[in-house]
Each structure stands twice: as structure tokens, then as C-alpha cells.
């Protein structure tokens, strides 16, 4: 075992560092030369300049949202992994993501985000919240976690298909193509108005995230091993449903569908801790934060005619990842 699985702190403070660094160089990059020092001297004396108005107003809340999001998306990937003993788990596999989207996409239809711009964020929550009950009443409380897996299938795929009804049966061409680039996550369009909306959901499902890290080390060794030891799986299945619903529901709602970061981060950090599910929660929190804000730094540093969607560049990174997850998983079970 090396000395980071025997010492997590040692990669929780790389990690940290790293995010800090990259956050300040997202707040750095942009279409305009951005010097840092004289925007941040603007915010704190009496005279805003416009290197500060830019500062606060665009690329503030665009990198904490995509520190905040990434967290979520990583941190709920890895409890999802370890609820579900499942390395192709993600936070979409409990329809938390699909019924967030599709909840927003209603309200995009109708055009209910002009009138009041909060009604997205809320109805992707709502929607996340809805469509985790939907699995749990489906699969039951004492269910196998194939059936929890096949319950998640079968709510993601009801609202694939509103979603493309909704695509389909949209008034205008403007209409599809606003519900189109939103699936895709973008994280362009966000503000602070977004963020604080989005923020205590979040924090609430992290919380109640933190106090599954005993359950899930116990889970590893077998279900009756877990109840042998005094955990209650029903318990812990509601906290990590109700912790993925609001955080992955909040974020959704607020930047669109960003595929594969759950996926992905924990797979690449799970050796560093000793493959620990307590260890691993904060770990990919941060990797979470951490792939999030590379992906948002890219598709700003990527040059094309049409701008590119953040979780477009999730995908393509992610995609070849999953491929190789079912090819190493098909080869161990030779």
C-alpha cells in the first residue's frame, strides 16, 4: 500500500491545492486579458473598475458553480459505487439526473423560466426528488440492488422519453434548440442568482452524504456482513437517495446534463485511498471540483465557430473511460 492510501490527507491537500490553483486560473481566463490582481483590488476598495464588474458579475459565479457541481457530480458518483457495488454506478443510474432534466425541460417548453427564472433550478430539484421516490416505491425497501438498478433503468428511460417528446412536439425551432443546448450543460449562462439557489440544496445533500462513510465501509464486505454490524440498509439506502436527489437535482437543474464526471473520478481515485468508500467521498468531491473546472478552462481555450458545450467535453473524455471500464470488467470475468 503506498504512502497516500496509508495518509489520504496527504492527497486530500493535494487535491485542495490543485482546485484553489485551477479556480484562480479559471477567474484568470476568458476572451478578454483578465489581470487578476487589479480585479480583485477593484472589488475590495471603494471604485468597482471593469475588470471587477467582470470579475463579480461573469467569471465568479461561473467558477464557483462549476466547483460546486463538480463536487456534487463526484462525490454522489462515489457513494452511488459503493451503495450499489456496482463500478459502471453514476449519479444518473437512480434517475436523479433524468428527472431533473425533464422537470426543466417542461419548464423551458412553456417558457416559465421568463417569467421567473427560479422556477428551473426548484423544478430540476423537484424533479430529481420525484423521480428517486419513483425508484425507491418501485423497487421496494428491502430490494436486491439489481432490482434498485432495474428501477433506475426504467424511470431514466420514461423520462428520455418526455424529454424527446418534448423536443418533438416543441413550437419553434428556437424552443428546441434552447432545450437541446441546456441538456448538453453549459455553465456559461450562470449567476449568483443561480448559485444561491443552488448552493443550500447542495450543502444539505453533503451533509447528508458525510454520515454514510461507516455504512458504505461496511457495505464493501457484504450485505449481511453490513447488517451484522449493526447498519441499516434501508436507512442508508433513503440518506444516499435523498443526498443524491438534492445535490445531482441542484445541479442539473442549474447547468444542464454533465455526464461522466461521477464515473469517472472515482474510478481514478479510488487506489490512492486503499479503496476506502469513507475515504473515497471526499477525495472525489474534490476530483469532482477538479475535472469540472479542466472542462470548463477547456471548452474556453478550445477554439470553434459555435461555442463548445461543457458537458459535450465531459462526454468525449468519458466515453472512451466507460468503454475501457466494460472491457476490464468483461476481461475479469473471463
Not at 175 to 185: K, R, T
Request: proline share 4%; charged share 10%.
Amino acid at each position: 500500500m503506498n504512502l497516500i492510501s496509508r495518509k489520504p490527507a496527504l492527497l486530500y491537500a493535494g487535491l485542495a491545492l490543485l482546485t484553489l490553483l485551477l479556480a484562480l486560473a479559471s477567474l484568470s481566463l476568458g476572451s478578454t486579458r483578465f489581470p487578476l490582481a487589479r480585479a480583485l483590488a477593484g472589488v475590495f476598495s471603494a471604485e468597482a473598475n471593469l475588470y471587477s464588474l467582470i470579475l463579480l458579475e461573469l467569471r465568479l459565479p461561473r467558477t464557483l458553480t462549476a466547483l460546486v457541481v463538480g463536487a456534487s457530480l463526484g462525490l454522489c458518483g462515489a457513494a452511488l459505487q459503493g451503495l450499489l457495488r456496482n463500478p459502471l454506478a453514476s449519479p444518473g443510474l437512480l434517475g436523479s439526473s433524468s428527472g431533473a432534466a425533464l422537470c426543466a425541460v417542461i419548464v423551458l417548453y412553456f417558457g416559465l423560466h421568463a417569467e421567473a427564472a427560479w422556477l428551473l433550478p426548484l423544478a430540476g430539484i423537484a424533479g430529481a426528488l420525484l423521480a428517486t421516490l419513483l425508484v425507491w416505491l418501485i423497487a421496494g425497501q428491502n430490494s436486491s440492488i439489481t432490482t434498485v438498478i432495474l428501477a433506475g433503468v426504467a424511470i431514466n428511460a420514461a423520462c428520455a422519453a418526455g424529454i424527446s417528446l418534448a423536443i418533438n412536439l416543441a413550437p419553434s425551432p428556437w424552443a428546441v434548440s434552447e432545450i437541446a443546448l441546456w441538456l448538453l450543460g453549459d455553465l456559461s449562462k450562470t449567476s449568483f442568482d443561480g448559485f444561491w439557489l443552488m448552493l443550500p440544496f447542495s450543502l444539505l445533500g453533503w451533509l447528508l452524504l458525510a454520515g454514510c462513510g461507516r455504512g458504505l465501509n461496511a457495505l464493501s464486505l457484504g450485505e449481511q456482513t453490513a447488517v451484522s454490524m449493526g447498519i441499516s440498509l434501508s436507512r442508508l439506502r433513503i440518506q444516499l437517495f435523498a443526498a443524491t436527489a438534492l445535490s445531482v437535482g441542484a445541479a442539473v437543474a442549474t447547468v444542464g446534463s454533465i455526464g461522466f464526471v461521477g464515473l469517472v473520478v472515482p474510478h481514478l481515485l479510488r487506489p490512492l485511498v486503499g479503496y476506502e468508500p469513507a475515504r473515497l467521498l471526499p477525495a472525489s468531491a474534490c476530483g469532482g471540483a477538479l475535472m469540472l473546472l479542466l472542462a470548463d478552462m477547456g471548452v474556453r481555450l478550445i477554439a470553434t465557430q459555435t461555442p463548445l458545450q461543457v458537458g459535450v467535453l465531459t462526454a468525449l473524455v468519458g466515453a472512451p473511460f466507460f468503454l475501457f471500464l466494460i472491457l476490464k470488467s468483461r476481461r475479469e470475468m473471463l
